[in-house]
C-alpha cells in the first residue's frame, strides 16, 4: 500500500491503530454530551439506553468494521494483482469504527458490571469484566492458531500467509464476520430476557 504522505515521509504500518485511540478521545464527549441527552428525551432513560442495548450497539458496530475490513481487503488484493498502488487511509474507516464499537461496547460493560451485581460484590463484578478481554484474547488467539493450521493443509497457502498477496485474509475477515453474527444474534437472544435489579428500574422510572 502507499504509506507516502509526503517525500521521504512514510507512514509506519502499526501507527494506524492511533485511529482508534483517536476515534475513542474524541467520540466519548459527543457520546455523553449529545448522544445520551438525545435518547433520553425518547427514552425517559436517565442512561439515553439500556446498557444492554449499549453493548449490543458496539457488538453491531464491530461486525460493521470486520466487514468494512474484509470488502477493502478484497479491494487491495485485486490492487496488488493489478499492480496498482493503494493508499494506506482506506485502512482508517475500519480503525475508526472499532473505535466507535469500543466506546458503545465499554461503557455498557463497565456499567452493566458495576451495577448488575450486589453491592458487596461490586469488585467482582469489575474482575469479571476485566476479565472478559482476556479470555476474548486467549480465545482469538486460539481460533486464529487453528485457521492458521487448517488453511495451510487444505489450501497450501495460510490464509494469514506472511505474503498478504498470497494469503487470503478476505476470508479470514468474513469468517470472523459470520462468527461475529451468530455470537450478536445469540446475546440478543439472551438479552432479550433479561431482567434489570430494582436500582436500574428506579431509576429509569
Known amino acids: 500500500m502507499n504509506r507516502l504522505i509526503s517525500p521521504g515521509l512514510l507512514v509506519p504500518a502499526a501507527t494506524l491503530q492511533f485511529v482508534t485511540s483517536l476515534t475513542v478521545i474524541v467520540f466519548i464527549p459527543i457520546y455523553d454530551r449529545l448522544l445520551v441527552p438525545v435518547a433520553r428525551s425518547f427514552t425517559q432513560n436517565h442512561l439515553g439506553i439500556t446498557m444492554l442495548q449499549r453493548i449490543g450497539t458496539g457488538i453491531f458496530f464491530s461486525i460493521l468494521a470486520m466487514v468494512i475490513t474484509a470488502l477493502v481487503e478484497t479491494k487491495r488484493l485485486q490492487a496488488a494483482q493489478d499492480d496498482v498502488m493503494m493508499s494506506v487511509w482506506w485502512l482508517a474507516p475500519q480503525y475508526a469504527i472499532y473505535g ?7 461503557i455498557g460493560l463497565h456499567e452493566f458490571f458495576y451495577d448488575q451485581v450486589p453491592r458487596e460484590l461490586r469488585s467482582i463484578g469489575m474482575a469479571l469484566n476485566t476479565s472478559i478481554y482476556g ?4 480465545v482469538s488467539s486460539f481460533m486464529i492458531s487453528v485457521i492458521d493450521k487448517v488453511t495451510s493443509q487444505s489450501c497450501q497457502t495460510s490464509w494469514s500467509d506472511n505474503d498478504l498477496n498470497k494469503a487470503h485474509l478476505d476470508d479470514f475477515y468474513w469468517l470472523f464476520a459470520f462468527i461475529s453474527s451468530i455470537s450478536f444474534a445469540s446475546y440478543l437472544w439472551c ?9 436500574v428500574l428506579k431509576n429509569i422510572a
Do not use: D, E, P
Request: aromatic share 24%; hydrophobic share 40%.
Open 135 to 138: 479470555v476474548g484474547h486467549f
Open 100 to 106: 466507535i464499537s469500543y466506546v458503545f461496547t465499554l
Open 191 to 199: 438479552a432479550k430476557s433479561y431482567v434489570y435489579n430494582s436500582r
